[in-house]
């Protein structure tokens, strides 16, 4: 069972920047993160939960959701087993509770061009962020 500690949300004004941080652990001696994909949600009160970024297991692919290319880029630290999505140029349809997520996938830097929400298995509680002046 995976534990999820995310960090990072709160109130920005309209063209700041956050960073979003989600810690992955789990009750097994020397656990790692890498074997897993990673996707951060976005989710919207009366909406479903919609992919805004993912990344390979290898870290090698990356996908983001047309609304925030060019603004917002997903890194994660292996030593950490953190990852991490850098919001820029933040809007305030970017507002909502972001939720990080992971999965074993096929492992190939591919594996993550069509995945969804449905696809996930590992989900953090979510943290929000609000983009108002």
């Known amino acids: 069972q995976l534990q999820f500690e995310e960090s990072g949300g709160g109130l920005v004004q309209p063209g700041g920047s956050l960073r979003l941080s989600c810690k992955i652990s789990?009750?097994?001696?020397?656990?790692?993160?890498?074997?897993?994909?990673i996707g951060w949600f976005l989710q919207v009160p009366g909406k479903d939960r919609e992919g805004v970024s993912f990344?390979?297991?290898?870290?090698?692919?990356?996908r983001y959701a047309d609304s925030v290319k060019g603004r917002f880029t997903i890194s994660r630290d292996s030593a950490k087993n953190t990852v991490y999505l850098q919001m820029n140029s933040l809007k305030p349809e970017d507002t909502g509770r972001y939720y990080c997520?992971?999965?074993?996938?096929?492992?190939?830097?591919?594996?993550?061009?069509?995945?969804?929400?449905?696809?996930?298995?590992?989900w953090g509680h979510g943290i929000q962020v609000t983009v108002s002046s």
């Open positions: 997520a992971a999965d074993i996938f096929s492992g190939s830097d591919d594996e993550i061009d069509s995945v969804g929400e449905p696809d996930f298995g590992f």
């Open positions: 789990a009750p097994i001696s020397g656990f790692t993160a890498d074997y897993y994909a």
């Open positions: 990344m390979s297991s290898s870290g090698r692919s990356t």
